[in-house]
């Protein structure tokens, strides 16, 4: 794979879903171009921008400016910024915020920050008045390369991970990668670890091609002119786009994007969805103990499994359990969040398990107890 060329226009990825198929735009600069693509999808549409107080400080005035110059109104909707607010009462007052604003159908409601705001917003636009469109603008590394696409939307249920939500796809998709300029290190990290995903599950080239040009990836090419930061979101937009429209309900392939989810899921719900493991921290540890466990299980070498811990920790990502500020619950405690997984299927367990780079599957029927012994191993050399 070579390093990309500097595009002059943006990147658009389609999403083929019949009557619901959208665009993705990746590009610099493109938020102030939102009211003009919205336009021709909505010509009179209200809309309700929702967002967190930290992107709000920062985005949420131009993203405004951008929908009234194209005339279209704007109320703004924010929200605590982090984990914390994927929940019940959050989602209630986000509801009861775009009635209140008047949003009807044919309205929009604009999702305008990371990964919660997407997938809050959005399991409200699936709500309210039993299904509004919405437009995602995704702020942070991790929305722009998964979580703005495939309509997966939700809230965290004090048993785990996006337990309640619906899936309801966005009209379109506006990924801005100036916005991440303002994205701290610790969160750009975070998401890199759903892009590294991308390749360890099946692109081996992306993933060879990430481990020689990440650096240009983190600068968005502010220092080298690269247009590696674009290029690699595409990649990761465009591998994500095929499968949800040859699996959008997820009954098979789209498994394969949960690699390091179970164990991440398990980990993160630990830690109490907390700033001690950002979802793409807990991410990262979950690929990394999904490789040594397809090792332990003889499926690939521990050179591969070492190879894609070596990359993680390259970039800075938490790859040993033992590097979660306050450390990790027991044994038994991670099992019993193991065994709320979405993947549970009458008790059996449903890993993502991989036979190389690039070459992730999915295994049903993963024995608990072995699953135990692996964690108990993991856990001892923290
Ligand atoms: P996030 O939305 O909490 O954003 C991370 C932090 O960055 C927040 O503090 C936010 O205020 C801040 N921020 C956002 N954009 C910024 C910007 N441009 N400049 C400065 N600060 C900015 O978290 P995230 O990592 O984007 O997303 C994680 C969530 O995504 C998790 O809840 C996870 O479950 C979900 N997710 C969903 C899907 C899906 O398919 N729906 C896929 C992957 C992850
Ligand atoms: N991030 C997992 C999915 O969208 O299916």
């Known amino acids: 794979m070579t390093a990309p ?68 109104g704007s109320s703004p909707i924010v929200v605590k910024p982090g984990e914390s607010s994927k929940n019940f009462a959050t989602f209630e007052t986000v509801c009861e915020s775009i009635i209140a604003a008047r949003i009807e159908r044919n309205d929009l409601v604009v999702a305008l920050g990371g990964g919660v705001i997407g997938d809050l917003a959005g399991y409200a636009a699936a709500s309210v008045r039993r299904g509004l469109d919405f437009v995602q603008v995704p702020t942070t590394l991790l929305a722009q390369v998964d979580s703005s696409v495939g309509g997966k939307t939700g809230i965290n249920s004090r048993h785990g991970k996006n337990l309640i939500g619906a899936f309801h796809q966005p009209i379109l998709v506006i990924a801005d990668t100036a916005l991440l300029d303002t994205l701290p290190k610790r969160d750009f990290r975070a998401g890199y670890a759903e892009m590294a995903k991308f390749g360890l599950l099946g692109d081996a080239a992306f993933f060879s091609w990430l481990e020689a040009n990440w650096q240009d990836v983190f600068s968005g090419g502010q220092t080298s002119g690269s247009f590696a930061r674009e290029h690699a979101i595409a990649v990761c937009c465009r591998g994500k786009a095929g499968i ?24 993160e719900a630990g830690a109490g969805f907390s700033s001690r493991l950002l979802h793409g921290e807990a991410v990262a540890l979950g690929i990394v103990l ?93």
């Open 5 to 72: 060329l500097r595009p002059s226009e943006p990147i658009v990825v389609s999403v083929a879903l019949g009557a619901r198929a959208y665009e993705i735009v990746i590009g610099r600069g493109l938020l102030a171009t939102l009211g003009g693509r919205i336009k021709p999808l909505r010509a009179n549409a209200k809309t309700a921008i929702v967002t967190d107080e930290t992107v709000a400080g920062l985005h949420l005035a131009a993203a405004e400016a951008a929908l009234a110059s194209a005339g279209l």
């Open 244 to 267: 949800v429209a040859r699996d959008e309900r997820e009954t098979g392939e789209r498994a394969l994007l949960n690699l390091g989810h179970t164990f991440g899921h398990a980990l």
């Open 290 to 382: 999904a490789f040594e466990f397809s090792a332990r299980k003889g499926l690939i070498s521990a050179a591969d499994a070492a190879r894609a811990r070596a990359h993680l920790a390259a970039v800075g990502l938490p790859t040993h359990v033992g590097q979660v500020p306050g450390g990790v619950p027991g044994v038994d405690a991670l099992m019993d969040l193991i065994a709320q997984d979405k993947k549970v299927k009458r008790g059996s367990l449903t890993f993502i398990l991989v036979r190389g780079i690039g070459q992730a599957f999915i295994e049903n029927n993963v024995d608990p107890a072995e699953v135990r012994a692996f964690l108990t191993e993991k856990l001892a050399g923290q």
